[in-house]
């Protein structure tokens, strides 16, 4: 996979994700859900692809999923049933800033 850029359009190639690069990291990482490196938004997805059972606990939408140093985010813009991994690392959904207390 080429580096990954903030704004690129991505969809998976096994199930129905659809994906948006919010935080792109600085170097060359395999993105992937269920099991497949993701493909541009507008490519044909290869036939006969199915959701590897490993990696299959979904995505939701409008949820934001990172890893553990932050330096990738991605954005669901379309649910699916494979889950995102970089680099071979299961992407987790990141929380809610807490808010500052009102006293």
């Known amino acids: 996979m080429a580096v990954l850029k903030a ?3 991505l969809k998976s190639a096994v199930c129905s994700s659809e994906l948006m690069v919010v935080v792109a990291p600085a170097e060359d ?3 992937t859900c269920g ?3 993701v493909i541009e938004l507008g ?4 036939a006969g692809g199915e ?3 490993d990696h299959k606990n979904g995505t ?3 949820k934001r999923y990172t890893n553990e140093a932050g ?8 649910p699916g049933e494979g889950s995102l ?7 987790e959904i990141k929380g809610a800033k807490p808010l500052p207390s009102s006293d």
């Not at 490519?43 to 290869?46: C, G, L």
């Not at 991994?85 to 992407?91: D, H, K, P, Q």
């Open 7 to 9: 704004g690129s359009r």
């Open 29 to 31: 990482v395999t993105l």
């Open 35 to 37: 099991g497949a490196p």
């Open 43 to 46: 490519a044909d997805a290869p």
């Open 51 to 53: 959701v590897d059972a």
């Open 60 to 62: 939701q939408m409008g």
């Open 71 to 78: 330096d990738i985010e991605i954005l669901c813009t379309k």
């Open 85 to 91: 991994a970089s680099g071979g690392t299961a992407l």
